[in-house]
């Protein structure tokens, strides 16, 4: 995949004519060139307002009208029937009253349900979209749709797109990590990298004793792995002198070093015991404490800090999540589980002047249905639902769009998946119809042929 | 129906929508949309079917407005068609009707598998064996002449059979009178407006028309969307791939209006504001007046007028050429070339004044040709024949030699069969969103395995897997060959609207790439934006696997596999189908005898009544469990001809919902055009598979040929071995490609004669070290094969020879995987199915998942088993650093290597020996000797300080340098 460049091969051969070469020297040689590093930073063709993602995705279905889409009409219209379009609840159904009542959050006011007091807290900070809208009421489909802007198909995940679009400036750490204590819905297609070439692979960290696979020496001795380092390093380095400095040669001798860091690097940043009492407690944590959603916001904050590109939290998997079918009540147990954690992320991020440039993402697969399902429960709902953005260049205590008197169609500025997508790629910096790769004949997007910038919610 | 471009006709014209009734004509009565609201059709008005006066109906209501129609109709008709009463004993009464003669219509129409019924007047039977047709097929059915009966009219449908014919009766249109029904009038536009109207358009409608359409829909902005534009007369009434955007006089009817309305959520228009009303209104008012228009002629007056594919000029594109045998060129070195390849690449090179390289080291040359035929490394002893007999006579007779002895191993096959599994994207499971497994696909792998082995001609491969099924006197082999097409991916969960144009588009875009080299999925949508593929062809072969009956392996909704096929000779399939059939009707009857003795046992009294009630409960589950292990006839997951093959229409922009014309199943155009015979009443497949092997056909010979030198080489003549089309490379030495494609058909489509030529060509046998300095500049890439360009190990490789080096390799065929039983099947997009089965076979006997990929060949650049891998990346990540720094895989394999060398090898200069030609199949050097003794003993000394035994530090030591040997770049690439 390298690139080959006859120029580097032509210094490097000369270096190592010369002795010069030490396997420190080929590291620093191949990242000065960023022709032969898929991973070098790159510079953007529109400015940029965000420099990072923060990607949290609730997995199952979070209800929009018993969370950030308050519709006084459905309270009243609580028993009755209506026509209810979309998908799956193509049907007539006994409207449901939401099961939580609305507060107005912050300066700006906007109304955010009990489910999430402290969030609600942040909503100057937050512009709500009311009037997202997905294409599949199949939790599969539409979970790969929000990843992958393809239903059906696997395709690159946003976070490989932004990491081959944008590279990454920590490379002793991998620019697209996700943190995910269980496998959600289509499984590890949601953070493949699929056609785009593996550098831009979304890492998984799972929360635990290893959070990256074999990422931990297992050398029982200190400073054995070392020596076999440098041992092979030197051999390594006599059989690239002999075949002129070869740059895919150099390449893999640079990813040793860089995995033999990471071993250290990566550890670091997933100890968060150097974290203070009160940063722990803003993100209700105990300490101690090696998972739960608290844990995977604070190392998320830590990954940013140290320069990767983009981080996914997956909240929930896909046998245990929104999906509340049978009773709407077991939302509150999985708000509860986020709210804390998401909230101290944002005020975190904002302390510490990271939230300018970090676009902090919340959404969900789908939305519920206004209907009742069973005799306490919502189904699924593509035709409309709630997603939020802050920070990285989006305008704070806003909402946009607006769904219908009982939250069943989208009423007015829809932002379908691919204009959440287009809109993302666009505060980075990136015109959503640009960032393409040639595969199989074809030049594929994100957005596939689809997509509009929100250019409303743009500071 | 209602005409899309109508006659110019004077504008008074177009206010009389109802004509009037001919003498002796027919006079409307009533029309009832039986399941549906009141609405216009045809200028007349329909009522309500629910609440009408004097009318009941008996059935079951059913709407389904996402069915797509075939024919298509206007938006009102539809309306009516896809909401209908339906049932096996449908009856519509009409009440109080005055005694006289009518005439009845009768709208049916089919949601998805036709039935047959018989329809009635008056209980009289009028038309048996009415057949709904396909899905969203309907019909206008009638007139019947008749009279009315006691006041009243009764129209029923019954099913012709029980079980099969339920009707679907979606609207009811009466007249009465004998004489002719007059024809429907088409409404037409104002193309003579009056100057009040042009100031109204001027005024009103072109500013809202540029200022809420134009960007996207128009030429000037050089967007036409869905291909509607909206900038001259012609182009809006033509519409878009939706259908004509104006019905002249009904703004109900009409698209743009219902788009601007909202009122389908699919389709609301400008996409992100919903038009204030009065602009809404001044758009309802435009059309009702016969959308006076005096943009004629405006930019996009010949609107979706794509160019059609000029076929003359497209053949000139070098891959449809005919193939040629070029003769192999002169060259001034004649004393290099070996056999005509290298006449080919040495000419190129002297044109460019290069000079090829030396030959590469025995060594070199048999770990080279070891790994490039079996995927595993040469035996130490392996290394020293072949220096030997390199020696003894010449390098050409060792490698011919080397060769045949590889060629003839099973493990050729494993490795070549692997490349043309990553190619046809194999996988053991479904794709669907729950993953099913698919026990018997792995017959299809083996099937590959042994066509490599055994060299099954290229030809006869092709054809088996695209039709072997329908060969005369068909093995079990050649049914289990077609698992090729039955592999195609699977979507979803449900059933009701499972989206079986996904499966076939993944069978054609494979079927497209895999053998002809060209991306004829491209042509889903719109005709090929670069190559000279039609819509039309796309659906021609749409056509063809839409008659093929695919088999089901499960999905959430539905989770036991049926139409698999069975593996007995063709004249016992339908005795086996019969007696799987009664088995499962015995099992059904036993599971309910089960249920019933259950409630019995349950109910009975304590004591002897309540014993022997759990006696017989007892022996019913025993018979239950007997019959449901049964031993079946073993089954392939292969495909089959479906019960009515027919021809479809092509979908408009690849949308399953919106029909165009229907289209003959056909060959590509390009490549003949072939139709399938009048009289062909099969799928087409086996003359599919006879046009894509027509000596005609350059296509299958080159692009075969090129995947082989891409296998021995890393990179084809042709880098985009998948792609021969306009967006594909050009080959880099045409005349060779065409030459080694000439050669392959002359020799019988022999795979294993092309590998012979090619691994004793002179090219082939060229160190990775160039000549001169100038090789790297003039020929950066290799792509002139100045020098052997380095290759990487496969995934499969590296973890192949980590296990041979440990000792611990399975060379054991494959086998079954082990999956759970399908009786516990219960997978779901909640829980799909996931698994990973620990193996120490060779790596292409893995279990492969569709949608999850193999932890260990996600990291080292696997094929991806979703989609056609023509060619691996090879990226280089710290991920894969982390496997070979700290896997157990790693850390064992490397243990147990080490072990072994020192338990047989007492001398350690020896193990040195024996390490390094094991892993590099080369002696160390002097200088590596010294590196890895010293090596040795600062490990020594540092384990022997932390106070570890003798023996545990040697021991430790050992593992130590074979981790750091396994880790070295000499390992994982060939020079």
């Known amino acids: 995949m390298n690139p080959r460049s006859y120029n580097r091969r032509a210094v490097l051969r000369s270096l190592a004519g010369g002795s010069l070469l030490m396997p420190g020297l080929v590291s620093q040689l191949l990242a000065d060139d960023s022709s032969a590093d898929p991973l070098a930073p790159r510079s953007t063709e529109l400015p940029a307002t965000a420099k990072r993602v923060i990607f949290i995705f609730s997995n199952g279905g979070v209800s929009h009208m018993d969370t950030f889409d308050p519709k006084p009409k459905l309270f009243a219209a609580d028993g009755k029937t209506m026509g209810i379009g979309g998908g799956l609840s193509n049907q007539q159904r006994v409207l449901l009253r939401p099961g939580w009542q609305f507060k107005p959050g912050g300066k700006c006011g906007t109304p955010v349900s009990d489910l999430f007091p402290h969030l609600r807290e942040c909503m100057d900070d937050v512009c709500v979209i009311r009037s997202m809208k997905s294409d599949d009421n199949e939790h599969y489909n539409a979970t790969l749709g929000l990843h992958c802007g393809s239903f059906f198909f696997s395709r690159p995940s946003i976070g490989s797109w932004i990491s081959y679009g944008l590279g990454t400036s920590n490379r002793n750490l991998p620019s697209f990590v996700v943190l995910a204590a269980a496998s959600p819905y289509a499984g590890t297609q949601i953070f493949n990298n699929d056609f785009l070439p593996a550098y831009h692979q979304g890492v998984r960290v799972m929360p635990g004793k290893e959070p990256i696979t074999d990422l931990d020496p297992r050398s029982t001795q200190e400073g054995l792995q070392k020596m076999e380092m440098d041992f092979s390093g030197a051999m390594n380095a006599r059989h690239l002198k002999a075949r002129g400095g070869d740059t895919d040669l150099a390449a893999r001798i640079r990813s040793f070093e860089t995995a033999f860091h990471m071993q250290s690097e990566a550890r670091e940043v997933f100890d968060v015991d150097k974290e203070t009492d009160e940063t722990m407690a803003l993100y209700g944590m105990k300490r101690g404490q090696t998972d739960g959603f608290g844990w995977q916001c604070l190392v998320a904050r ?91 260049g989006v305008k704070g205590g806003i909402t946009y769009g607006e769904t219908d008197d009982i939250g069943a169609a989208v009423a007015g500025n829809k932002v379908h998946v691919h204009d959440f997508h287009a ?3 666009h505060l980075l910096g990136i015109d959503h119809e640009r960032l393409t790769y040639r595969h199989g004949g074809r030049d594929y997007r994100l957005t596939d042929v689809f997509g509009n910038v929100v250019s409303d919610i743009l500071a | 129906m209602l005409a899309t471009l109508c006659p110019v006709v004077a504008f008074s014209a177009f206010t009389s929508t109802v004509a009037s009734a001919a003498d002796g004509d027919a006079v409307f009565y009533r029309a009832l949309n039986l399941n549906g609201p009141a609405l216009s059709i045809g200028g007349h008005d329909w009522e309500s079917g629910a609440g009408a006066r004097d009318f009941e109906a008996r059935g079951k209501t059913f709407d389904n407005q996402n069915v797509p129609l075939v024919p298509k109709t206007g938006l009102n008709r539809s309306r009516m068609i896809r909401s209908s009463v339906w049932g096996g004993d449908v009856e519509l009464t009409l009440k109080r009707v005055p005694a006289g003669k009518f005439q009845v219509f009768l709208y049916v129409w089919e949601d998805n598998r036709s039935e047959t019924f018989n329809l009635l007047v008056n209980d009289r039977l009028i038309q048996p064996g009415v057949r709904s047709g396909g899905a969203g097929e309907w019909k206008k059915l009638g007139p019947w002449h008749c009279e009315s009966r006691d006041g009243q009219l009764k129209i029923s449908a019954r099913a012709e059979s029980s079980g099969n ?93 219902a ?36 943009r004629v002629g405006g930019p996009s007056a010949a609107p979706a007028a794509r160019a059609p594919v000029d076929w003359e000029k497209a053949r000139a594109w070098w891959s449809f050429q005919p193939l040629t045998k070029p003769a192999p060129p002169v060259v001034r070195d004649t004393a290099w070339p070996e056999n005509g390849i290298d006449s080919f690449i040495l000419s190129r090179l002297e044109t460019e004044g290069l000079a090829p390289a030396e030959d590469a080291a025995p060594g070199v040359l048999i770990r080279r040709l070891t790994y490039d035929l079996t995927g595993l490394p040469p035996s130490p002893e392996e290394v020293d024949a072949f220096e030997k007999s390199a020696a003894a006579s010449g390098l050409t007779a060792a490698i011919r030699e080397a060769a045949g002895r590889l060629l003839a191993s099973p493990a050729y096959g494993e490795t070549w069969g692997r490349r043309w599994l990553d190619v046809v994207r194999y996988a053991d499971t479904a794709g669907d969103n729950s993953d099913f497994p698919i026990p018997q696909m792995r017959l299809y792998r083996d099937w590959v395995i042994s066509a490599f082995n055994r060299d099954l001609p290229y030809n006869e491969f092709v054809r088996e897997q695209l039709a072997g099924d329908l060969l005369p006197q068909r093995t079990n082999d050649q049914l289990i060959a077609t698992g090729y097409l039955a592999n195609a991916r699977r979507f979803g969960s449900r059933v009701d609207d499972y989206p079986t144009h996904l499966t076939i588009e993944d069978t054609i875009d494979n079927f497209g790439r895999t053998f002809l080299g060209l991306t004829i999925n491209c042509a889903r949508c719109h005709d090929h934006k670069f190559d000279p593929i039609a819509a039309a062809d796309y659906y021609a072969l749409y056509g063809i696997f839409n008659s093929t009956r695919y088999p089901w392996p499960g999905i959430e909704l539905e989770q036991r596999q049926r139409d698999l096929v069975p593996l007995v000779p063709e004249d016992q399939v339908a005795a086996v189908l019969a007696a799987e059939r009664q088995r499962s009707d015995e099992l059904e009857r036993l599971k309910k005898n089960e249920k019933k003795l259950a409630e019995a046992a349950k109910k009975a009294s304590d004591g002897p009544e309540k014993e022997d009630a759990n006696q017989k409960l007892e022996a019913a589950r025993q018979a239950v469990r007997e019959a449901a292990v049964r031993p079946q006839a073993p089954q392939a997951y292969a495909v089959a001809e479906s019960e009515k093959p027919a021809d479809v229409p092509i979908q408009l922009r690849g949308d399953p919902t919106k029909s165009g014309p229907m289209v003959r199943r056909h060959f590509l ?12 009443h099969s799928s087409g497949r086996g003359k599919l598979a006879e046009w894509v092997l027509a000596p005609s056909n350059p296509l299958p010979a080159r692009v075969m040929a090129n995947r082989l030198w891409q296998g021995h080489f890393g990179k084809g003549l042709v880098a985009t071995p998948n792609d021969f089309g306009k967006q594909g490379r050009a080959p880099t030495h045409p005349e060779l490609l065409d030459w080694l494609a000439s050669e392959f058909v002359s020799k019988g489509w022999s795979v294993k004669e092309m590998h012979r030529l090619i691994v004793t060509s002179r090219t082939y046998r060229q160190s990775s070290t160039p000549r001169s300095p100038e090789a790297h500049e003039k020929d950066p890439g290799q792509a002139l094969l100045s020098s052997f360009p380095r290759l990487r190990l496969s995934a499969e490789a590296i973890r192949d020879t980590l296990l041979e080096l440990g000792g611990s390799l399975d060379r054991a065929p494959g086998g079954e995987h082990p999956f759970p039983p399908q009786e516990k099947w219960e997978y779901t997009q909640h829980n799909p199915f996931k698994a990973v089965y620990p193996t120490n076979k060779r790596s292409v006997y893995l279990m492969t998942q569709r949608i999850q990929r193999h932890p260990f060949l996600a990291i080292f650049d696997g094929a991806d088993p979703s989609t056609s891998t023509a060619q691996r990346t090879t990226s280089t990540t710290p991920l894969q650093a982390l496997f070979l720094l700290n896997d157990p895989l790693v850390h064992e394999q490397a243990a147990k290597f080490a072990d072994r060398l020192r338990t047989s090898l007492p001398a350690e200069p020896d193990r040195f020996h024996a390490a390094w030609l094991e892993l590099f199949a080369r002696p160390p050097g002097p200088e590596e000797v010294e590196s890895a003794q010293a090596f040795l003993s600062g490990l020594r000394s540092k384990l022997a300080a932390t106070g570890q035994p003798p023996e545990a530090v040697e021991s430790e030591a050992w593992h130590a340098l074979i981790r750091a040997l396994l880790r070295l770049n000499e390992f994982v690439y060939l020079d």
């Not at chain 2, 005024?203 to 969307?225: F, I, M, Q």
């Open chain 1, 302 to 392: 830590r990954l940013a800090e140290r320069g990767v590109r983009f981080i996914e939290l997956v909240d929930g998997s896909s046998s245990h999540n929104w999906d509340q079918h049978g009773d709407m009540a077991e939302h509150a147990k999985h708000a509860e589980y986020i709210d804390q954690p998401v909230a101290g992320l944002l005020k975190d991020l904002k302390r510490r002047g990271m939230l300018d440039d970090t676009l902090v993402v919340w959404t969900t697969e789908f939305g519920r249905t206004p209907g009742v399902d069973g005799t306490k429960g919502r189904g699924h709902h593509s035709a409309c639902f709630s997603s939020w953005m802050a920070g990285g």
């Open chain 2, 259 to 294: 788009a601007v309305r909202h009122t389908n959520p699919e389709l609301t228009m400008p996409p992100r504001k919903k038009l204030p009303p009065e602009d809404i209104a001044v758009l309802e008012e435009w059309v009702k007046m016969g959308a006076p228009d005096p």
């Open chain 1, 423 to 425: 809109t993302i790629l």
């Open chain 2, 669 to 680: 155009t390009i490549l003949g055009g072939a139709e399938l015979p009048p009289d062909d």
């Open chain 2, 165 to 257: 014919g339920a009707a679907n009766l979606s609207g009811l249109e009466i007249w009465s009178g004998d004489g002719p029904v007059p024809a429907e009038p088409a409404p037409a536009f104002a193309d003579n407006p009056t100057p009040e109207q042009l100031a109204f358009f001027e005024s009103k409608v072109r500013p809202l028309l540029v200022a809420n359409c134009y960007d996207c829909h128009s030429a000037e902005s050089g967007k036409t969307k869905n291909s509607l534009s909206v900038d001259s007369r012609e182009s809006i009434r033509h519409g878009g791939d939706s259908g004509p955007a104006l019905v002249s006089g009904a703004p109900d009817e009409s698209l743009l209006i």
